[in-house]
């Protein structure tokens, strides 16, 4: 497994890796309106660039594919965890999360946060982030229920 930064000419396989986890995993746990919606950010080119970009985004590959990307930004926030579709439960978000971390301690980040969703509240349990609230947020109409995490980063 080879980590690295994500590059700009990275954005449209992210952007369907994203699209196919959300399509994949999110009817488990939300209705086929969230899950619409959500998958629909993958589409919106120069917001998803942001989303990348606009943080410090590692990318996880295996054998030259991409199959998974996180997402930090200098304030701890944990902007994004996804793996492929057909590559998750193999380790590789538990990968991602300790980059993460590890990236926390260089930059003498102490405290990491996110929002978390029903199907990625488990990976940051287990790496030991808390649930210290949740929000209720509306996306065109359609309204999702997120969990607000943190976890403190020993340096």
């Known amino acids: 497994m080879n980590?690295?930064?994500?590059?700009?000419?990275?954005?449209?396989?992210?952007?369907?890796?994203?699209?196919?986890?959300?399509?994949?995993?999110?009817?488990?746990?939300y209705t086929p309106a969230q899950t619409a919606m959500w998958a629909s950010f993958g589409a919106d080119t120069d917001t998803f660039r942001q989303f990348i970009l606009g943080v410090t985004t590692y990318v996880a590959e295996d054998a030259g594919a991409i199959v998974g990307f996180v997402g930090i930004g200098n304030d701890g926030h944990v902007a994004s965890t996804y793996v492929r579709h057909d590559c998750q439960r193999q380790g590789i978000g538990m990968l991602l999360m300790q980059v993460v971390l590890e990236h926390a301690q260089?930059?003498?980040?102490?405290?990491l946060f996110a929002e978390a969703s029903e199907f990625s509240l488990g990976l940051f349990r287990r790496v030991g982030f808390r649930v210290y609230d949740t929000e209720w947020v509306d996306r065109?109409?359609?309204?999702?229920?997120?969990?607000?995490?943190?976890?403190?980063?020993?340096?």
Not at 3 to 29: C, F, G, K, T
Not at 106 to 111: D, E, P, S, V
Not at 140 to 155: A, I, K, N, S
């Open 106 to 111: 260089r930059q003498g980040i102490l405290r």
């Open 3 to 29: 980590i690295r930064l994500a590059q700009p000419s990275d954005i449209s396989e992210l952007a369907m890796l994203y699209r196919q986890a959300v399509l994949v995993h999110a009817p488990q746990h």
């Open 140 to 155: 065109d109409g359609v309204e999702f229920r997120r969990y607000l995490v943190e976890r403190q980063v020993l340096l």
